[in-house]
């Protein structure tokens, strides 16, 4: 509205210095938060949040970053947990090789994908009535594979994920580090990811300029459903097995993670860097709240003002551009 | 053809009362059609706030915690203050509009997609009742006064009162939405919100109290909810986030203009509580219903949008 350009600026800053200020605080309330050894175990348990949170970017840069009208995917922790759930179940219960299960998985993973697809850009239903639907009913398959029950899983290749490490590092973080170099080399540095993101930029313009937008909104969902397949072996890592319950914390992860890497991006856009950033972040704030004491409980709400304070700070500086 | 289209979902309902009633021929039977009713009275309530907030172009993914907080607030009152029925019922929608109020602000004032502020509003309030029950545990209170517990297990005249209760906020909702200047207001906003800004209408003012009224209609639904089980749930609000909103988009499937509307919504409510009521005769296993209800969710969704999408607003276009 009237605000002046400086306010605009400061606004813009808002989500940055509320996160400086809560390390800050973090780092002066325990200082063993910030030693290599902690780092490195709070960049592990970030890895699933990661992996989804590249999902979700590269469906938000090829949809548009308007929450209604552009694109959201909501159902990759659904399809996280359910590929969690279907190798647990065939390697822990039924003794299938890991490789199978895992192309079981891959195949339930690309299902989601198809079918948000499929909704969205052939129903043309909104992106996040889609996948929000989508991912209760994946929620609800994944109960019946699992019976709402956890299962243990040992397979070496999920261990060696969560306890291996590659030239120093843990496995996982290097797997997460690599696939982030892949997704942003694709997104950022392709001529594919440049369309994809002109048809998020402004779809009537790409469609003009020739591009299929319809192509690289199915292509989207699923490289995002994709990313859901990988993180589901994380997930299997981080909590040696399937657990219910795993996707409600991971979605709130996601969202909160991709939309404050837009906060820190110069251009305040969704990229893959910045989703990645956002995750690592997010993780290191939830494991630096539980280590001084705060009620695990007090962290659900604190993440979710914090995705309020994002999502009104862009708002905000939105307002004044326009 | 057109017409047949757009009342296809009606045909769908049909086939399905024929499936349910062949399985089972208890079904058909009064009491359980009764059954329905009372099964469907809470969504019916929480679908009408939903019909509000779509009519207005937004959406309300904190349904459920406006539910569950007026459920808390109730039973909180009735426990830890021996507060009287009616002061009950009082807390309860106050606790409802505390959602209510911060989805407003947040929509309003700081300009949030309604999207992401009753996704914030939903995540908060969820870390809420975790806090204050301590991690999700239920809080019972067996020693009710009748009074209260009558909301869900009297009965006016024969009929439940949970069903009297619905078909009164239905009533209410039907004269607002569809005869008042207001229902009007609320519908050009959902069109073209800048237009019903240089028509004059103060379209803030309205979405402001418009969310504020669609979480206190919700928190009727605690009410009722706590009222039949004598307890407050934490987080159990939340399974009728996506009916509600499959209600109201059947609904708008079967709106000349594709538009949400209360007779639609009533209609998709029904069509959920059927499905439920016949899948639960069916005797399936909890998980395999749960799982059973979220696959025909996402295809009545399709099935609703995809129609409007490409039967009814086609209309227009030509």
Same mark, same amino acid.
């Given at each position: 509205?009237? #605000?002046?350009?400086?306010?605009?600026?400061?606004?813009?800053?808002?989500?940055?210095?509320?996160?400086?200020?809560?390390?800050? =605080?973090?780092?002066?309330?325990? !200082?063993?938060? =910030?030693?290599?050894?902690?780092?490195?175990?709070?960049?592990?348990?970030?890895?699933?949040?990661?992996?989804?949170?590249?999902?979700?970017?590269?469906?938000?840069?090829?949809?548009?970053?308007?929450?209604?009208?552009?694109?959201?995917?909501?159902?990759?922790?659904?399809?996280?947990?359910? *590929?969690?759930?279907?190798?647990?179940?065939?390697?822990?219960?039924?003794?299938?090789?890991? !490789?199978?299960?895992?192309?079981?998985?891959?195949?339930? /993973?690309?299902?989601?994908?198809?079918?948000?697809?499929?909704?969205?850009?052939?129903?043309?239903?909104?992106?996040?009535?889609?996948?929000?639907?989508?991912?209760?009913?994946?929620?609800?398959?994944?109960?019946?594979?699992?019976?709402?029950?956890?299962?243990? %899983?040992?397979?070496?290749?999920?261990?060696?994920?969560?306890?291996?490490? %590659?030239?120093?590092?843990?496995?996982?973080?290097?797997? /997460?580090?690599?696939?982030?170099?892949?997704?942003?080399?694709?997104?950022?540095?392709?001529?594919?990811?440049?369309?994809?993101?002109?048809?998020?930029?402004?779809?009537?313009?790409?469609?003009?300029?020739?591009?299929?937008?319809?192509?690289?909104?199915?292509?989207?969902?699923?490289? /995002?459903?994709?990313?859901?397949?990988?993180?589901?072996?994380?997930?299997?890592?981080?909590?040696?097995?399937?657990?219910?319950?795993?996707?409600?914390?991971?979605?709130?992860?996601?969202?909160?993670?991709?939309?404050?890497?837009?906060?820190?991006?110069?251009?305040?856009?969704?990229?893959?860097?910045?989703? *990645?950033?956002?995750?690592?972040?997010?993780?290191?704030?939830?494991?630096?709240?539980?280590?001084?004491?705060?009620?695990? =409980?007090?962290?659900?709400?604190?993440?979710?003002?914090?995705?309020?304070?994002?999502?009104?700070?862009?708002?905000?500086? *939105?307002?004044?551009?326009? | 053809?057109?017409?047949?289209?757009?009342?296809?979902?009606?045909?769908?309902?049909?086939?399905?009362?024929?499936?349910?009633?062949?399985?089972?021929?208890?079904?058909?039977? #009064?009491?359980?059609?009764?059954?329905?009713?009372?099964?469907?009275?809470?969504?019916?309530?929480?679908?009408?706030?939903?019909?509000?907030?779509?009519?207005?172009?937004?959406?309300?993914?904190?349904?459920?915690?406006?539910?569950?907080? @007026? /459920?808390?607030?109730?039973?909180?009152?009735?426990?830890?203050?021996?507060?009287?029925?009616?002061?009950?019922?009082?807390?309860?929608?106050?606790?409802?509009?505390?959602?209510?109020?911060?989805?407003?602000?947040?929509?309003?004032?700081?300009?949030? &997609?309604?999207?992401?502020?009753?996704?914030?509003?939903?995540?908060?309030?969820?870390?809420?009742?975790?806090?204050?029950?301590?991690?999700?545990?239920?809080?019972?209170?067996?020693?009710?006064?009748?009074?209260?517990?009558?909301?869900?297990? @009297?009965?006016?005249?024969?009929?439940?009162?949970?069903?009297?209760?619905?078909?009164?906020?239905?009533?209410?909702?039907?004269?607002?939405?569809?005869?008042?200047?207001?229902?009007?207001?609320?519908? #050009?906003? @959902?069109?073209?919100?800048?237009?019903?800004?240089?028509?004059?209408?103060?379209?803030?003012?309205?979405?402001?109290?418009?969310?504020?009224?669609?979480?206190?209609?919700?928190?009727?639904?605690?009410?009722?909810?706590?009222?039949?089980?004598?307890?407050?749930?934490?987080?159990?609000?939340?399974?009728?986030?996506?009916?509600?909103?499959?209600? %109201?988009?059947?609904?708008? &499937?079967?709106? !000349?203009?594709?538009?949400?509307?209360?007779?639609?919504?009533?209609?998709?409510?029904?069509?959920?509580?059927?499905?439920?009521?016949?899948?639960?005769?069916? @005797?399936?296993?909890?998980?395999?219903?749960?799982?059973?209800?979220?696959?025909?969710?996402?295809?009545?969704?399709?099935?609703?949008?995809?129609?409007?999408?490409?039967?009814?607003?086609?209309?227009?276009?030509?």
């Amino acid at each position: 509205m009237n #605000a002046s350009p400086y306010f605009r600026k400061l606004v813009e800053w808002v989500p940055v210095a509320v996160f400086a200020g809560m390390f800050i =605080f973090l780092g002066i309330e325990a !200082p063993n938060l =910030f030693t290599p050894f902690t780092i490195d175990l709070m960049l592990k348990q970030a890895v699933p949040t990661v992996v989804v949170s590249l999902g979700l970017a590269v469906v938000i840069m090829t949809g548009g970053d308007d929450v209604v009208s552009g694109g959201i995917d909501l159902s990759i922790p659904a399809a996280a947990i359910i *590929a969690a759930a279907i190798i647990a179940d065939q390697v822990t219960n039924h003794g299938t090789l890991l !490789p199978i299960a895992l192309v079981f998985a891959l195949l339930a /993973a690309i299902m989601v994908g198809v079918l948000n697809a499929f909704l969205v850009v052939v129903i043309r239903m909104t992106p996040l009535l889609a996948t929000l639907a989508t991912s209760v009913a994946v929620v609800g398959i994944t109960k019946v594979i699992t019976q709402s029950k956890r299962i243990n %899983v040992t397979d070496p290749f999920i261990v060696f994920l969560r306890d291996g490490t %590659v030239i120093g590092l843990s496995a996982g973080v290097v797997a /997460a580090g690599l696939l982030t170099l892949i997704y942003w080399f694709l997104m950022h540095r392709t001529r594919w990811g440049m369309q994809a993101q002109a048809t998020g930029g402004g779809r009537e313009a790409a469609e003009v300029s020739g591009i299929s937008t319809k192509a690289y909104q199915t292509i989207s969902f699923f490289l /995002a459903a994709c990313t859901g397949f990988l993180a589901s072996m994380f997930v299997l890592a981080r909590g040696s097995g399937s657990s219910p319950g795993t996707e409600d914390n991971l979605l709130l992860e996601m969202v909160l993670a991709t939309f404050l890497g837009a906060a820190f991006s110069p251009r305040r856009k969704v990229t893959i860097w910045g989703a *990645a950033l956002g995750a690592v972040l997010v993780t290191m704030l939830s494991v630096g709240f539980k280590s001084i004491g705060v009620n695990v =409980f007090w962290t659900g709400c604190i993440k979710g003002s914090l995705i309020l304070i994002v999502v009104a700070s862009a708002a905000a500086t *939105a307002r004044g551009r326009y | 053809m057109r017409w047949f289209l757009r009342y296809s979902f009606l045909v769908v309902i049909a086939a399905c009362i024929v499936f349910f009633s062949l399985w089972n021929p208890v079904f058909l039977s #009064a009491g359980n059609q009764m059954n329905i009713l009372e099964g469907s009275a809470i969504l019916l309530i929480v679908a009408l706030g939903m019909t509000l907030v779509v009519s207005m172009g937004g959406i309300d993914l904190s349904v459920g915690i406006a539910l569950d907080f @007026g /459920a808390a607030f109730a039973v909180v009152a009735l426990k830890e203050y021996d507060a009287a029925w009616y002061v009950a019922i009082l807390a309860g929608i106050v606790g409802g509009c505390l959602i209510g109020i911060l989805n407003a602000v947040l929509i309003v004032w700081l300009n949030v &997609s309604a999207f992401m502020a009753t996704l914030g509003t939903f995540f908060i309030g969820s870390s809420v009742q975790r806090i204050f029950t301590n991690g999700g545990g239920p809080i019972s209170h067996r020693r009710m006064p009748q009074e209260f517990r009558d909301l869900a297990v @009297g009965d006016v005249a024969g009929i439940p009162t949970e069903v009297v209760i619905a078909a009164v906020v239905l009533i209410l909702y039907f004269i607002f939405l569809e005869c008042s200047i207001f229902g009007k207001r609320i519908q #050009a906003i @959902g069109l073209q919100p800048t237009a019903a800004l240089i028509a004059g209408i103060e379209v803030k003012r309205i979405i402001f109290f418009g969310f504020i009224i669609a979480a206190a209609t919700c928190a009727v639904g605690g009410l009722i909810a706590s009222a039949n089980i004598r307890m407050f749930t934490p987080l159990s609000g939340f399974s009728y986030l996506l009916d509600a909103i499959a209600a %109201v988009f059947i609904g708008a &499937s079967m709106h !000349p203009r594709g538009r949400p509307n209360v007779v639609g919504t009533l209609v998709g409510v029904l069509f959920l509580g059927i499905l439920a009521n016949g899948l639960n005769l069916m @005797g399936l296993n909890f998980n395999t219903k749960d799982a059973l209800s979220g696959i025909i969710l996402v295809l009545a969704l399709a099935f609703a949008i995809g129609q409007r999408r490409f039967v009814v607003l086609r209309k227009g276009h030509k």
